[in-house]
């Protein structure tokens, strides 16, 4: 997938290590303040960590989940496609 991708919904997620997304997978993450560490479940479910991203990163992942354990950053918000 192409970073420069559109997308036409967003939704404010917060962290957790048991809620997936009320919508299901998401298409993209981006991290809005906190520079730090992201742990995500995959649509897969595997475990992810992706560390030290900066503030304003766009990761161009299918995530059911930001995990609370392993989470550093803050204000994140899922973007979907149709």
């Known amino acids: 997938m192409n970073v420069l991708t ?28 906190a520079a730090g560490d992201v742990t995500v479940v995959l649509d897969n479910e595997d475990t992810v960590l992706f560390g030290e991203v900066p503030v304003g990163t766009i990761l161009p992942i299918r995530a059911i989940r930001i995990n609370s354990t392993g989470t550093d950053s803050s204000t994140f918000v899922a973007l979907y496609r149709k």
């Open 6 to 33: 559109t997308y036409n919904y967003g939704r404010a997620e917060t962290k957790s290590d048991t809620v997936n997304f009320l919508r299901g997978a998401c298409d993209a993450i981006y991290v809005g303040t």
